[in-house]
Structure formats: C-alpha cells, structure tokens
C-alpha cells in the first residue's frame, strides 16, 4: 500500500479517506497512460535546432511565395491564431479548390508518430513538403520554390546562415527542415500537464470525473502517451462504420498508402490537445459540435451508447487539454526583386 509520510507519521492513503484514495488512484492510472508535454521542444534528429534556423523556419512558414500564386502558405491551412487549423471542413486551395481531407493541427505535431490523417509522411520535414507540390494546395514544384528564394538576396543569406558550412544550403530538403525546427516550437502546455505532473487540484471534480469515463469507457486506448493520441493507426468504425454523411466511402485512408487491404479506412488518431479549438472534426471536417463528435466514436469505435451526461463529462475534460497557445509575432519578409517568378494564378 501507497504510504505519505506527515509530521514524522507514516499515514495510509485510506486513512485519509476514500475520496482522497481514489483521487490518488485516478492520478497515478493517469501519469501511466498520458505523458506531460515536456517543457522544451523535442531534439530533432539530424536537424538540430539553431537560432538562424528557426528565424528562417518561421518566415518560410508565413511565406505565400511557396505557393505559385503567392497567395497561400503554411499558415494559411494551419492558422497559429486558430489553435494551428482553418476552420473549414476540408482545406481551400490554389484556385479555389478543395482538398479531400481536413488539416490536421500543426500545434504540437512534432508528438505525433507520423503526419498526415494516413500517416504517409514519417516527420514535420517530410510533410512540409507535400502541401507545396500538391496541386490541390500550393501547386508548386522544388524547382520554382528555389528559383523563387534565389532570386532574394536575404534569402540566399539566411539559408547560408542557418546551414553553415553546407556546400549548397539553400535546397528544397533545407526549406523544409528549416519549416520543422519552427513547427516543432509550436507547443500547447495544458492544465491537464500540470495534474500529469502532480498537481491534482489543477482539475474540478468534474474534470476528474471526465479523465476517469476518458480512462474506463476506452477512449484512452487510442488517445494516450504526450499527445493524447497521434501515434497509432485504427480502423474509423471499429464496431459500426458511420454513416455517409461524416465518413465518405471514396477516402479508403491509409490504403491509399499502403495497398494493404487490411488498412481500408483506417486513420491515424488525431491527437486530442486543443480539440475544443479546432472543430470540425474527423478527417472529413464534416461534424463540428465536439458532444456530437464525441458520441459519434463511442457507437463507431466503442461499440457504446454514450448518455448526455456521460459526453458532457468527456468534453469536460478535453477542455482541459486547451493549451497556451504560443504567441508568434508575424515576421517581416524578404522584398521580392525583378527576377522573382510572378505569381500563377490559373
């Protein structure tokens, strides 16, 4: 048994009444299913994090030079004002088309295992890239992006700066490391890491009451570790498929991927920081009340019909996973020169 020692005396936690026990019980059940988000930003392997990096990596970010109708950057489907999304159902893109799926939040990413809803970029570097050459969304390709960041002088600068003594720093592999180290300061801190790390009174009663439906209805077996969720892959209707209206039956998810009949309609799952700020919900975009998304994964995945009180309860709790969010100060860019492509707008 657990044991407090107070004033000289070893005192039981059942001595101390049943409400503190279970209390108690519920934190420690906790601190082995979650992980606090750590105060620092991740060391990046083969990309370590430099002053000169970062500076670039934020305007590259905030850059509609990206896109060939410079009109679209990386903020533009990952709002940092927004809690890291675009409130849309699914992304607007160059000329006005729509993506097929909605943008993942990019606060607190560097957590998860893999990016993307079907997880086909294995890092922050490698998903930087796929935005800028998708036509559906930036429309670009590696060659005009660098003939574009060429053309500026304090471009070729900064690249040179950020990648000391690399033969040719400014390559489109740079671009988007340099986007990485940025995107993987984009923290969240939450009262929820502040209960992982003991302070228990950081939630209510019914936040707790929340945390332990999360922990006992088996929401936590696919949202757990630091992100609450964002490391693993599952089937989107473990026990009943949703219907037409909030899943479509053309996106077969990370099938698309791996031609594995077994991964038809399967999604990584979304991690759970911020998600009262970042409706709509799934990786259509197509439900944006968060009760209704809630109730929605107890009858799919759960195989259970969730009570009013008991979805309340839970987002509840998931509020609590509503972080700080980091404040970006929007950076001044480089002035385009004669020989900068002029944008493409068709």
């Known amino acids: 048994m657990f044991r407090l020692i107070a004033l000289g005396a070893a005192v039981t936690l059942m001595s101390l009444g049943p ?6 019980e519920l934190l420690s059940l906790s601190q082995t299913i979650f992980k606090p988000l750590p105060a620092e930003p991740p060391v990046i392997e083969g990309n370590p994090a430099t002053p000169a990096k970062l500076d670039l990596g934020k305007m590259l970010f905030f850059d509609p030079r990206l896109s060939s109708s410079q009109l679209i950057s990386c903020n533009t489907c990952h709002n940092v004002g927004l809690a890291g999304g675009d409130l849309q159902e699914t992304s ?3 000329n006005w088309q729509k993506g097929p799926r909605n943008a993942p939040t990019v606060m607190n990413a ?5 990016q993307f809803w079907d997880g086909r970029a294995k890092d922050l570097a490698e998903q930087a890239k796929g935005p800028v050459q998708a036509s559906v969304e930036m429309n670009n390709t590696p060659e ?9 002088p304090e471009y070729v600068d900064l690249f040179t700066k950020a990648f000391p003594g690399e033969e ?5 592999d740079n671009v988007a490391k340099a986007i990485e180290v940025f995107e993987a300061v984009l923290l969240t801190p939450a009262p929820f890491d502040s209960y ?9 009663d019914r936040e707790k009451a929340g945390l332990e439906l999360f922990i006992n209805k088996g929401c936590a077996g696919c949202h757990d570790g630091v992100n609450v ?5 599952f089937p989107f209707g473990v026990v009943e498929k949703p219907g037409s209206e909030v899943m479509s039956a053309d996106d077969k998810g990370r099938f698309q991927v791996t031609n594995t009949a077994s991964d038809e309609y399967v999604f990584r799952a979304p991690s759970l ?3 009262a700020l970042t409706a709509p919900y799934f990786h259509s975009g197509k439900v944006w009340s968060l009760q209704e998304a809630t109730s929605i994964m107890g009858s799919s995945q759960l195989g259970i019909s969730l009570t009013p009180e008991d979805e309340k309860l839970l987002v509840t709790f998931m509020k609590t996973l509503n972080g700080i969010q980091p404040q970006i100060v929007y950076p001044l860019l480089p002035v385009s020169t004669d020989k900068t492509p002029r944008p493409i707008l068709q």
């Not at 409400?19 to 108690?24: D, E, G, I, K, V």
């Not at 040719?168 to 489109?172: E, R």
């Open 229 to 233: 969720g964002g490391s693993g892959y």
């Open 110 to 114: 560097v957590f998860n295992s893999a």
């Open 19 to 24: 409400a503190y026990a279970a209390a108690n």
């Open 168 to 172: 040719k720093a400014l390559t489109f």
């Open 144 to 152: 005009r992006v660098l003939e574009t960041l060429s053309s500026i």
């Open 273 to 275: 920081r911020n998600v």
């Open 196 to 204: 992982l790390r003991g302070d228990a009174d950081t939630l209510t």
């Open 92 to 94: 607007v893109g160059h």
